[in-house]
């Protein structure tokens, strides 16, 4: 089983659209969790942190439900620019120093 | 500031060979890790490094060895390479939590390697 499983993708939306994307983890004691974006051929960015209490980076939510080891990230009023790959990211942070397990990311295409 | 640096951005090399990346972290990050990207997958973890010494390895063969140095860089070894090691190598460095409370990981823009 893997670490992090996300949904498969690909997702295909018009601009101005809502889109969803969950993940789950395996290790009840991971630490903290992410979303990153990735654009094609370059490096992963953070894109935001996520928060048991769930928090807002503009068009942007996550939220994180412990219990049921699910990471949620929405996108409001999708743009092209948002067009990406998003990695669902957990630390597991057991040690001092923690590694970061990835799921294998949900493709996003905006058309206009 | 500079901010995570990798070297060379491409490489080609033939199977059996063996291949070195190199790694400068972020300015003022101590830590260093590497990541195996391969094509539609998400990044895997390959080793962290941090004070010289490999403190994590995830699931690769000796094939696959590192070093850092004292002013925190790091290089990546790749022995007897076969055709499953092309992919996208990338470089993350952080603070290590012993020294400040963000330890927000970020990316170098990686090395593609291709084994043919």
Redesign the interface.
């Known amino acids: 089983r893997k670490e ?1 499983e996300q949904d498969p993708g690909p997702f295909n939306v018009p601009e101005g659209a809502t889109v969803a994307f969950n993940c789950t983890y395996s290790n009840s004691a991971s630490q903290s969790f992410f979303w990153y974006r990735q654009d094609c ?6 894109l935001m942190s996520v928060y048991s209490s769930g928090n807002e980076d503009g068009r942007f939510t996550a939220q994180l439900n412990r219990a049921s080891q699910y990471i949620s990230l929405l996108i409001r009023d999708s743009k092209l620019s948002d067009s990406a790959t998003y ?1 669902c990211v957990v630390n597991d ?1 057991g ?11 949900t493709q996003l295409t905006v058309w206009p | 500031d500079a901010g995570v640096t990798q070297s060379p951005t491409h490489l080609i090399k033939t199977r059996g060979q063996q291949v070195t990346l190199r790694c400068s972290p972020k300015s003022g990050h101590d ?1 260093v ?1 590497w ?1 195996q990207q391969a094509l ?6 390959i080793f ?1 490094y ?1 004070e010289e010494e490999e ?2 390895r ?1 699931n690769f063969p000796d094939r696959f060895s590192g070093h850092q140095f004292p002013n925190y860089s790091s290089e990546l070894n790749v022995n007897a390479l076969l055709l499953g090691d092309s992919a ?1 190598y ?1 470089c ?1 460095s952080s603070l ?3 020294r400040g409370t963000n ?8 090395t ?1 390697l291709t084994v043919v």
Request: cysteine-free; glycine content about 16%; hydrophobic content about 30%.
């Open positions: 992090v051929r370059k490096e992963p960015k953070l990695l942070r040690s001092t120093l923690g590694r970061l397990y990835f799921g294998r990311g | 830590t890790s990541y539609g997958q998400g990044p895997q973890f962290q941090y403190r994590q995830g996208l990338l993350a290590s939590v012993n330890t927000e990981a970020f990316f170098g823009q990686g593609r």
